[in-house]
């Protein structure tokens, strides 16, 4: 079992930054892939970020590619997310979720444990 709670939600103004943390419990915290996804109001949950297990590997949706930043300390058993020229379009509920392997994960039904989420809102 790997439990995952969000923080580090806010509002920003257009332009700025924020960082999102994801801290998990459980003994197979290093050896899970991670991800970070997204569900803005009226829309699908849409796949933001993932990292591998080592955190050697990442990849990210083309929408955020160059603004936002994934990466990980299994030593604090946590994954973050950088978020830099944040714009309206990334307002949404932002989830971390933990895959069972350790490879990166695209799609949100390659993951098995999910965050309650962080509310990101970003003004014009």
């Known amino acids: 079992q790997v439990q995952l709670v969000e923080s580090g939600g806010g509002l920003v103004q257009a332009g700025g930054s924020l960082r999102l943390a994801c801290a998990a419990s459980g003994r197979t915290f290093s050896r899970n892939g991670m991800g970070w996804f997204r569900q803005a109001p009226g829309k699908e949950r849409e796949f933001v970020a993932t990292i591998t297990w080592a955190g050697g590997s990442t990849y990210y949706a083309d929408s955020v590619k160059g603004r936002f930043t994934i990466s990980r300390d299994n030593t604090k058993n946590t994954v973050y997310l950088q978020m830099n020229s944040l714009k309206p379009e990334d307002t949404a509920i932002y989830y971390c979720?933990?895959?069972?392997?350790?490879?990166?994960?695209?799609?949100?039904?390659?993951?098995?444990?999910w965050g309650q989420g962080t509310q990101v809102t970003v003004s014009s």
């Open positions: 979720a933990a895959r069972l392997r350790p490879a990166l994960g695209y799609s949100q039904y390659e993951y098995d444990y």
